[in-house]
């Protein structure tokens, strides 16, 4: 399974723009890369999914570069409400059999 | 109202007895998971489920058991055998197995075993 590295921890403050880079070295050929989002005590959930380039979704911005050997995720103008862990996966596309690896995260605490 | 639910939220367990978590969903979903997380880890998949009838062990299955009678129901059992229960367990479901489709969470169930 593909390895991800990204900060166990940053802080950020309302209104500024986050960026949350992880590192996949060993990415495949057909591996995604996917982000979500946990609270405590609840399940994580997805934020915004992709292959190659830039995605774009109401909530975040996924930039990835041509080697695909890392990638960043932005969220835009953060607010309290977006402290949170966020965990950066890599895996198989459609039929594949390998499964996705959540790592430890990243605890991003947003202060006012 | 489409989703997956756990029950209970919270379950307390004597040591040494089974204990079967629930976890179901209206979503039409083939795949179901099931994955533990302890404080301040990642998530860890114990099993998952690609149809009905059929399961595979994830990276840490010992001491877990779970069936798929239902394609909607995907029951986990942690059973004497798991040395250390006490976790937060999570629940997903996707509409196929595979990484590159989202996986939807329910609430989880916070097993306590003394």
């Known amino acids: ?112 | 109202d489409g989703g997956i639910t756990q029950s209970p939220k919270y379950l307390f367990r004597k040591e040494g007895q089974n204990v079967t978590l629930s976890c179901e969903q209206n979503l039409n979903h083939d795949a179901m998971y099931w994955y533990r997380q302890d404080p301040g880890q990642g998530l860890r998949l114990i099993y998952y489920s690609q149809i009905v009838n059929d399961f595979q062990k994830g990276d840490i299955a010992e001491g877990y058991s779970v069936s798929r009678e239902k394609k909607e129901s995907f029951p986990l059992t942690v059973t004497s055998a798991q040395k250390n229960p006490t976790a937060f367990y999570l629940c997903a479901s996707s509409p196929r197995q595979g990484a590159s489709l989202e996986q939807y969470f329910g609430p989880g169930t916070r097993l306590t075993v003394t």
Not at chain 1, 11 to 17: A, L, R, V
Not at chain 1, 41 to 58: H, M, W
Request: glycine letters at 8%.
């Open chain 1, 1 to 112: 399974l593909a390895k991800t590295t990204q900060p166990i921890s940053m802080d950020s403050y309302e209104g500024q723009e986050v960026n949350i880079t992880c590192s996949h070295n060993n990415i495949a050929t057909n591996d995604y890369i996917t982000w979500y989002q946990q609270f405590p005590s609840q399940g994580p959930r997805f934020i915004i999914q992709g292959y190659k380039t830039k995605v774009t979704n109401e909530v975040a911005s996924l930039f990835i570069p041509a080697d695909r050997k890392s990638s960043t995720l932005s969220l835009p103008r953060v607010s309290l409400s977006d402290t949170a862990v966020y965990y950066c996966l890599v895996g198989g596309g459609p039929g594949s059999a390998r499964q996705l690896t959540f790592g430890s995260g990243t605890q991003l605490t947003v202060l006012p």
